[in-house]
Structures are given as structure tokens and as C-alpha cells.
């Protein structure tokens, strides 16, 4: 077996690859990374990131988001999401657009990975995973950066916040709100509580 055989029984399909991942199967890596994307066995993403496409019926399917993002922050603390999810909370928010943002603790900034764009946000903390509750925290957090009217979508995020659990929503919004953020459902939540009593 020679020496890029080596490396390449050790790619797995659908794994991205940091060059110092591959340099521990190869003693020539910058010349066998050459010819694997070449051969189109390896797909460059990024400088000193790659992929190892998972065959389909269809073709060679891209790695999905998660691994590209884990591999080029070397973290798997992160949560990725797009102002399209604000669509779903039914607060009249109904824009598309083109952008994939990445919360996590170590990178800022736009970045291109295997033709897709990400923008890296570095916060100190994030929850784990998306709920509605984040998603109106992170909609009010953005608000001046969507296409739609502010006003009338902070009216109806209003509403939406005496709909949804208010403890995870006081708590998302403490820990990962801006302060306007803060104050507005603390506001919104105490205005609830007088129209409940």
C-alpha cells in the first residue's frame, strides 16, 4: 500500500478534515491533499479545510453545516441558525434571506465555507439549541437589521411573549439578550401579568 493509500483508507465520508487532521496519515500531506482534491476525493472548503464527499444516488453530496462549522472553529459549542426561522413564530415576519449566522465562543466575522456563507457571531453564551423562546430573544436582538416593518413586528413579538414559556424566555433573554432586548420583555411580561389579573 503506498503512502496516499494510507491516508486515504483512513477518510470517512461526509467528515471535513483540518489539514492537521490529515497530516497524521501522510508524511507528504500538502502534495496527497493535491492530488485527493484533484481526484475529487477531497473538496476544499476553506484554506486548510476539506471534505470527504458522501456519494448518493444523485452525486456528491456537500458535508452538512454542522460538521463544516465544527471542524473551522475546532469547537462543537455552537448554534446555528437564519432570520428565515424568525417566519415560523408567526409574528408577521416573513422576509428570506440569504445568511446562516453561527453563534459560538471563539470566531467573529463573515466567512465563505464550500461556496456557503456564514456569519460567526462570538457571544459569551447561547443556548444549546433553538426554541421559540430564543427565537423571539434573537428576532428583538436584530430587529434593525430585517426588512420589515420594526414597529409592527415588536407589537406582535409583544403578544407572542404571553403565549411561550415565560420562565425560558425571562432566562434566554437575561442571558442572551442586548439590554434593550432585556427591557423590552421585561416590559412586555409585566404588561402581560397586568392583563392577566
Do not use: C
Not at 5 to 20: A, I, N, S, T
Not at 67 to 79: E, G, I, N, P, Q
Amino acid at each position: 500500500m503506498n503512502k496516499l493509500d494510507v491516508l486515504r483508507k483512513h477518510l470517512k465520508p461526509g467528515v471535513v478534515y483540518r489539514r492537521e487532521d490529515l497530516a497524521r496519515w501522510s508524511t507528504a500531506v500538502d502534495r496527497h491533499i493535491k492530488e485527493l482534491v484533484a481526484s475529487g476525493e477531497l473538496v476544499k472548503l476553506a484554506p486548510g479545510l476539506y471534505s470527504h464527499p458522501k456519494q448518493t444516488a444523485f452525486g456528491k453530496a456537500p458535508a452538512d453545516n454542522a460538521s463544516v462549522v465544527a471542524a473551522f472553529l475546532k469547537d462543537d459549542r455552537f448554534l446555528i441558525t437564519s432570520p428565515n426561522a424568525y417566519n415560523t413564530l408567526g409574528v408577521g415576519a416573513t422576509q428570506l434571506y440569504n445568511e446562516t449566522v453561527v453563534y459560538n465562543h471563539k470566531r467573529h466575522g463573515h466567512f465563505t465555507l464550500g461556496g456557503r456563507s456564514f456569519e460567526f457571531r462570538r457571544r459569551p453564551s447561547f443556548p444549546k439549541k433553538i426554541s421559540v423562546e430564543f427565537l423571539l430573544v434573537d428576532l428583538v436582538n436584530n430587529i434593525e437589521q430585517l426588512a420589515e416593518d420594526g414597529a409592527a413586528l415588536l407589537s406582535r413579538v409583544k403578544e407572542k411573549a404571553r403565549q411561550v414559556n415565560r420562565t425560558a424566555l425571562r432566562q434566554i433573554a437575561h442571558e442572551f439578550g442586548r439590554v434593550r432586548t432585556r427591557k423590552f420583555f421585561d416590559a412586555a411580561m409585566m404588561e402581560g401579568t397586568r392583563h392577566a389579573g
